[in-house]
């Protein structure tokens, strides 16, 4: 079974839920997952890994450090090929999605775009979206 790591960060909760219904939608489109706060997560947690989406707010127009310091982590993780994308929750200028899509770029990574950003706490529909991007993503990968 194709296996997903969706990694997130989250200051005042609304990017964790958006993580665990991206989370259900993956596991829809019958992919195994692994969901993780990127404060405990380790570059181990990817070894074997078919795809990768990564979750974080944006604050004060950037990423937050503990994702910075993860994208730096897993630098030297072979993800050529593998699927990936990036979601967050955002007030009104939500940058911290497209500064996680570049390094995934970067990393040689089939990137799913655009990413998803839900403004503030998602609603029933804003879960909704991130259930049908969570499958959109497997469903790349579980063909
Ligand atoms: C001090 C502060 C700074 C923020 N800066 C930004 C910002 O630069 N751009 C933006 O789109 N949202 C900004 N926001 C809004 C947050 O991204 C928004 O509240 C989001 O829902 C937080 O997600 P979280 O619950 O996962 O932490 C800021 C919020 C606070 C409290």
Known sequence: MPKIAIIYGTQAGSTEMMARAVEEGAQKAGAETILKNVLVA???DL??????????????????????NFLLKIRDVNLKGKTGS???????????VGKMIDPLKYFGMKVVEPGLLIKNQPDEGGLEECRKFGEKIAKKIVK
């Not at 127009?61 to 503990?66: C, E, H, I, P, S």
């Not at 990036?86 to 911290?96: I, L, P, T, V």
């Open 86 to 96: 990036a979601f967050g929750s955002y007030g009104w200028s939500g940058e911290a």
């Open 47 to 68: 070894k074997d890994i078919d795809g990768l989406i990564l979750g974080a707010p944006t604050y004060h127009a950037d990423l937050f450090d503990g994702m910075k």
């Open 42 to 44: 380790k570059a181990d």
